[in-house]
């Protein structure tokens, strides 16, 4: 994360505000970002090892040099339908937190668009669509140049249980 500094002149230096790096992505028209710095890589869609009795958005694991990890479509976890994955399809390898533990995973989507600086004052919080509307995994949403992004919060994505799951699927 970086700072932007006001030097006021009087031997002080204040801090303005900060800004954070955000990887896009396309699921459909919309666009959505995650925290650079919790992509470990990106790569092209590949198949990967079906797991049985798993969430239909759990396509499998992949081998991605020697560990194990979790494949998620986030069009399925978002419930926005399924599409048939082409040459633009990506996995976007994360690393996440849930309390003191640490995870690895994979989500699908339909493209990577672009690295996308974000000042914080700039994020707006996102709509309160009531109880019946899941929107504990956006930290907020900015507008870009492209049009509205919204910026995932990764570590809520999963419920504990989802990501002891997972955990047992990778171990």
Avoid at 44 to 58: C, E, L
Avoid at 104 to 120: E, P, R
Avoid at 121 to 136: L, R
């Amino acid at each position: 994360m970086s700072e932007f500094l006001n030097i006021t002149g009087k031997n002080e230096v204040e801090v303005v505000d900060s800004a954070r790096q955000y990887l896009t992505f396309l699921l459909g028209e919309d666009i959505y970002g995650v925290d650079i710095l919790r992509v470990q890589e990106v790569r092209g869609w590949t198949k990967v090892r079906k797991i049985p009795n798993t969430p239909a958005y759990v396509k499998g694991v992949l081998d991605l040099r020697g560990t194990i990890v979790p494949i998620i479509d986030l069009r399925m976890r978002l419930s926005l339908g399924d599409i048939d994955y082409t040459s633009i399809t990506v996995v976007i390898v994360l690393a996440i937190k849930v309390g003191n533990e640490n995870y690895t995973i994979g989500i699908v989507v339909d493209t990577v668009s672009d690295v996308l600086d974000v000042v914080k004052s700039e994020i707006k919080k996102s709509p309160n669509f009531g109880a019946k509307v899941e929107t504990k995994f956006i930290e907020g949403m900015v507008m870009a140049e492209s049009g509205m992004v919204v910026l995932m919060d990764i570590d809520k994505m999963l419920n504990p249980e989802e990501l002891h799951v997972l955990k047992d699927m990778a171990d």
